[in-house]
């Protein structure tokens, strides 16, 4: 058995008694306290009046959203991918094909029913990671509220709304194949 | 039975002679990756995915002692080129390698090849989840591609069938389909035109792939060339549960797998079983499962009153069943029952007709609709469950009911399954009787005419076992839940001997089985866990399966592995 | 019968119910409220944070355009209402009797202690005859205090100790580990530190040889603080050498202090990072309110009793030479009411200093707890008071 041999530091008979140490904590707190009734240190900010929003880095995940390609085409598929890595289980998808009549036709398939719970979503972005069609971005929305179940879920035109158009991806139907 | 020495990967075995090199390899472990090859059809040898490396021991010079390895057998002479196992059989002292630099740099290559022309669409492509060029590639592909020029434009999105749909550039030209409709279904109407790259799927000028079992080459693309056009887009597979259960559409009683989720069936494929089924089954019974998630289904239990049908609770509408059977003499009562009933509701339907002493009771018989391959002229897929558990013959009894309701004799009736207007009954008549307790899955004509009303499970959301038309008992398993209150046929039955009779201690389908068992001499024996998947044989009927005894003749020709 | 009527003095009885409303329901917990707020924000500006700084008037509730936040000040009001609207639960395996009693027996000791302490010197209504009001009572200054007690520490004490009832009782009736251990450390700790806090005062009655509170806190306006004697007589030798085992004895009073009322470092009964809650884990709602009550009514009369024994009282540092100090039957009413604002500002501080230490102090293991009660405090409690004694008997003035 290793034996670690820790090195107390050597009190002084007023530290033992707690006397100087005492001291010396309550002019620590009391050094905070002053510094702070000064208005020399500030470290809160108050929320709905103040924002940190310009400060929010490239990576922050906010609320995830669909994107739509410079042509205005939904990018998504409906591979049903993010659907299935998402740990808790807030997308639910439903296909349809995309009639003949449709410009966009050759892709065959879109989602007639694409649905984020809000209420389940954890921010992980896997969803965003897992897309194979760059269709799925996390924004920086991060005030997602509601007064019900029902407005919590966000439905294919909110997704939109809140995704917007992502230009410069990969754009694989855009060619022939 | 001739025996063969073989060394596969370094470790010597014994295969019967005219074994297939792929099949041997697949006996011992060592999983060769195929696309053209499949055991119910001929081999082509043309996707070359299955390349291994083979060798031979050297013919002696006359006067030499051959060498010999370590396990005493001569030596093998690798042969530099590689060999399709798919299609070549085994030979005495012959040594195969799956693994290694020859067979990996093989697949590699074709793996490469057949990727060149092929888009990568596997986001919406069907077949993702349950390609094998998406898993071959995973396995051997090189994960790049050399190719940099433009990519062979084929036609997409084919319209060759009612209920199929071609995407030819997907496809690999394994020609599965082809030689399926060709040497199976005998309807060769699907072909490869033009050449090399361009070589492209089509069907024959004004011919079109509608043939009753055209859906099974859907299963048999190992690619997503060919897909269905009712799961078509519906599902990705990965997240479908598979159940294996019986096709109840017709009496062969095909081995099938239900695919669901989150309780809606959305696909049905067939399941192997070489005596009832093969690998195959048809198109109808295929697609026909969509009832099962009907929004026509009956979720609560019904009573009639003045202004109509009102929901009521499981024990009222039981407790009225049977005071209705009560209050009339027993030969004032008929019940039909259905051929769709397991041979748990079969029996304690037969329980509760011998309890009360009624002796009008029988099911619908329908017949009809076989052809020379799998569907059985019996359209219900429990005929022989009736005769062996009843011991009567179905339909026997039932001109003799019908009389009996249209005369007036018959005052109570209790109807199991069936929609007694297309039995042959007038809604006249049926307005008649003093009491019509039905259960049914989908709101019907009869329904709306029963007094009670009793919502049933349908086939996907029960437990039980079926007798087909060759004899074989099989089981039926539970996929889905039953919408609503919706109940299992026969815990209805047994609420309604409950009610009629008294405690009976029945708990589960299993104990029904058990007493069944008891009862019925072909059942001694067995419990509902000891059919097995594949199902065992109760009876002799003499009926034979046409697909299945043209594939014993191919097979015993050599023609398929089977 | 009759000679018993007309020994009641009805003025009497008025004046000591109005005093019992208004010092326990106008000052103490309307002080508890606001210690809590207090304890939250300077608690966070000691940790550099801001507090609850919102809960004001909500005027937009009444279509009004923008909220008066009054820097959180109405907060105190909307945590009581929180604790009224929560859902009072009890839980099924608890002594339901005890379970219900506890939190009473928490707060009613608190509060009954406040009856000996005097608040203020006295106040003169006499200027009511002025505005028409008659009445013999009128000429007669009342006195700031509810109970003019001849032995108040003892009665404090006496009643302070009925408190570790509620919290065993709270404990033990929880029926439920977390509360039982909080229950037992709790008597345990209060019964080591009763005794240093018992002896700790028994230098300070010896010097002023009287135990009515009020008597007390005269002696200090006319003669200086107990801990700042500077006026009246003067600092004379025998003063200033008693000054040393007075300062003993307020330190051991204050740590006892702290320790009786499960205050930081010493509170262990209810240390959330051992034992979830301590004593209170089971109750919700007002009954968890009653125990929130109780330790911070405990700690306002504790702070009450300091200031009373050590600090002067409701007296005005240096009241006495600069006039403003309490002349009996003579005092005006703006100075009794000066006198009551200084009573609350000493007791502010105090409370303050309460809150401050908090917040500094990491808390003791309970071993230390127990070694510093009986081998450190109580010797040194017993040693003062001997100290004292010699001192008082060596220097006869």
Redesign the interface.
């Known amino acids: 058995m290793a034996t670690v041999v820790v090195q107390r530091p050597k009190l002084k008979w007023h530290e033992k008694w707690f006397i100087s140490t005492?001291a010396k904590?309550?002019l620590?707190?009391?050094g905070?306290?002053i510094?702070?009734?000064r208005g020399k240190?500030k470290?809160?900010m108050?929320y709905p009046e103040e924002k940190w929003d310009a400060n929010l880095p490239d990576h922050y995940r906010g609320a995830p959203a669909l994107v739509t390609d410079e042509h205005g085409r939904e990018r998504c598929?409906?591979?049903?991918?993010c659907?299935?890595i998402c740990p808790p289980r807030a997308i639910t998808i439903i296909?349809?094909?995309i009639p003949s009549t449709d410009p966009w036709a050759?892709?065959?398939?879109r989602p007639r029913l694409f649905n984020i719970d809000m209420i389940r979503c954890i921010y992980c972005g896997m969803c965003e990671e897992v897309c194979?069609?760059q269709a799925i971005f996390l924004r920086k929305d991060y005030a997602i509220t509601g007064l019900s179940r029902a407005e919590m879920v966000h439905d294919k035109t909110k997704l939109y709304e809140i995704g917007g158009v992502r230009e410069g991806l990969v754009n694989?139907w855009n060619e022939?194949? | 039975m001739d025996l063969v020495n073989v060394q596969v990967n370094g470790v010597w075995h014994k295969f019967p002679k005219g074994t297939r090199m792929i099949e041997a390899c697949r006996q011992v472990g060592a999983l060769v990756p195929h696309y053209c090859y499949h055991p119910k059809l001929t081999s082509p040898g043309n996707c070359r995915m299955c390349l291994v490396e083979m060798g031979m021991p050297p013919r002696p010079t006359p006067g030499q002692e051959p060498e010999k390895d370590e396990f005493g057998m001569a030596k093998i002479g690798w042969m530099p080129r590689p060999v399709i196992a798919c299609a070549n059989t085994v030979a005495e002292g012959q040594g195969i390698r799956t693994e290694g630099k020859l067979s990996e740099e093989c697949r590699k290559g074709v793996m490469e090849l057949l990727l060149i022309n092929h888009?990568?669409?596997?986001?919406?492509c069907d077949q993702?989840g349950e390609c094998r060029l998406q898993e071959f590639s995973v396995e051997h592909g090189n994960g790049e591609s050399h190719f940099r020029e433009e990519?062979v434009?084929k036609p997409?999105?084919v319209d060759i069938g009612p209920r199929i749909r071609l995407d030819d550039?997907r496809c690999i030209m394994c020609s599965r389909c082809i030689r399926f409709t060709a040497e199976i279904a005998d309807d060769p109407v699907l072909g490869f035109t033009e050449r090399g790259s361009y070589t492209t799927l089509a069907v024959h000028p004004g011919k079109r792939l509608e043939n009753n079992y055209s859906l099974n080459t859907v299963d048999i693309c190992p690619v997503g060339a060919l897909t269905s056009n009712d799961f078509?887009?519906?599902?990705?597979v990965?997240?479908l549960k598979e159940t294996k259960s019986l096709c109840t559409k017709c009496g062969r009683g095909c081995n099938i797998e239900i695919s669901s989720r989150q309780n809606e069936v959305y696909r049905q494929t067939p399941r192997e079983n070489n005596d009832v089924n093969s690998t195959w089954m048809c198109d109808q019974g295929r697609l026909d499962f969509h009832f099962v998630n009907s929004d026509y289904r009956l979720t609560q239990p019904l009573v009639k009153k003045s202004n109509g049908h009102h929901p009521t609770t499981w024990k009222l509408a039981v407790n009225q069943v049977a005071e209705a059977l009560r209050s009339v003499k027993a030969s004032e009562i008929a019940v039909i029952a259905s051929g769709r009933m397991t041979n748990e509701e079969l029996y304690l339907t037969h329980a509760l007709v011998k309890s009360a002493g009624i002796e009008n009771y029988d099911v619908v018989p329908r017949t009809g609709g076989g052809d020379d391959y799998l569907r059985a002229d019996d359209q219900n897929p429990n005929s022989n469950g009736v005769r062996a558990i009843w011991g009567t013959e179905p339909g026997a009894k039932l001109p003799q009911i019908i009389a009996g309701i249209n005369s007036g004799a018959i005052k109570v009736v209790l109807a199991l399954g069936e929609n007694l207007i297309k039995a042959g009954l007038e809604k006249a008549a049926l307005e008649k009787l003093t009491f019509l307790a039905s259960s049914h899955i989908l709101a019907n004509a009869t329904a709306e005419l029963s007094h009670v009303v009793l919502p049933a499970a349908s086939y996907a959301e029960k437990r039980g076992s079926m007798i087909n038309v060759t004899g074989r008992l099989q089981r039926l398993s539970k996929a889905v839940n039953s919408p609503g209150e919706a109940r299992d046929d026969w815990e209805i039955l047994r609420d309604i001997i409950l009610a009629y009779a008294g405690s009976n201690g029945i708990h589960s389908v299993e104990d029904v089985f058990k007493r069944m068992a008891g009862d019925v001499e072909i059942f001694s024996g067995l419990t509902l866990a000891r059919i097995g998947e594949l199902g065992v044989q109760v009876m002799e009927t003499g009926e034979k399966v046409p697909l299945l005894e043209r594939e014993r003749e191919r097979k015993a020709k050599g023609i398929i592995v089977g | 019968m009759g000679s018993f009527l007309d020994s009641i003095n009805l003025a009497f009885i008025i004046a000591a119910a109005v005093k019992i409303v208004f010092f326990s329901f106008m000052v103490i917990l309307p002080m508890v409220a606001y210690s809590v707020y207090a304890e939250r924000r300077?608690s966070a500006?000691?940790?550099?944070?801001?507090g609850p700084n919102r809960t004001g008037i909500p005027l937009t509730l009444f279509g009004g355009k923008k909220d008066i936040a009054l820097a959180g000040l109405i907060q105190p009001l909307a945590d009581g209402l929180k604790f009224f609207l929560k859902e009072d639960f009890t839980p099924a395996h608890v002594k339901k009797f005890y379970y219900w009693l506890a939190p009473a027996l928490v707060m009613v000791p608190a509060m009954m202690t406040a009856a000996v302490v005097p608040f203020g010197s006295e106040l003169d209504l006499g200027w009511l005859a002025k505005l028409g009001v008659e009445g013999a009572w009128l000429h007669k200054p009342i006195k700031l205090v509810i109970a003019d007690l001849n032995v108040g520490p003892l009665y404090i004490f006496a009643i302070a100790s009925l408190g570790v009832y509620g919290i065993v009782l709270a404990g033990w009736s929880s029926n439920s580990k977390y509360p039982f251990l909080g229950g037992v450390r709790s008597t345990s700790q209060m019964i080591s530190y009763e005794i240093a806090l018992g002896l700790s005062i028994i230098p300070v009655l010896m010097i002023f040889g009287d135990l009515n509170l009020s008597k007390i806190a005269q002696y200090q306006d006319k003669n200086g603080w107990l801990l700042l004697p500077l006026w009246g007589e003067g600092l004379t030798f025998k003063r200033l050498v008693l000054w040393i085992p007075i300062f003993i004895s307020f330190i051991i009073f204050v740590v006892a202090m702290f320790a009786e009322t499960n205050r930081a470092p010493f509170d262990l009964p209810e240390c959330e990072t051992e034992l979830v809650a301590g004593y209170h884990t089971e109750y919700s709602s007002m009954k968890f309110a009653l125990f929130f009550m109780g330790e911070y009514a405990a700690m306002i009369i504790g702070s009450g009793l300091a200031v009373t024994l050590f600090l002067g009282g409701w007296s005005i540092p240096f009241g006495a030479p600069l006039g403003l100090g309490y002349v009996e039957g003579a005092t005006p009413i703006w100075l009794g009411l000066l006198h009551i604002g200084c009573f609350l500002a000493k007791v502010v501080c105090f409370i303050i200093f309460f809150i401050?230490?908090r917040?500094?102090?990491p808390r003791f293991r309970y071993d230390q707890l127990m070694k510093l009660g009986w081998l450190v405090m109580f010797e040194l409690a017993l040693a003062n008071v001997i100290l004292t004694a010699a001192l008082i008997v060596w220097l006869p003035n």
Request: aromatic share 10%; net charge positive; charged share 30%.
């Open positions: 005492l904590g309550l620590i707190t009391l905070h306290a510094a702070i009734l240190k470290v809160t108050q598929v409906s591979c049903q991918l659907e299935f296909p349809e094909e050759k892709v065959e398939k194979p069609e694989k022939l194949k | 888009p990568l669409d596997c986001p919406i993702a990519k434009k997409k999105n550039e078509r887009f519906q599902m990705r990965w997240f | 300077v500006i000691i940790q550099d944070r801001v401050w230490v917040w500094t102090l």
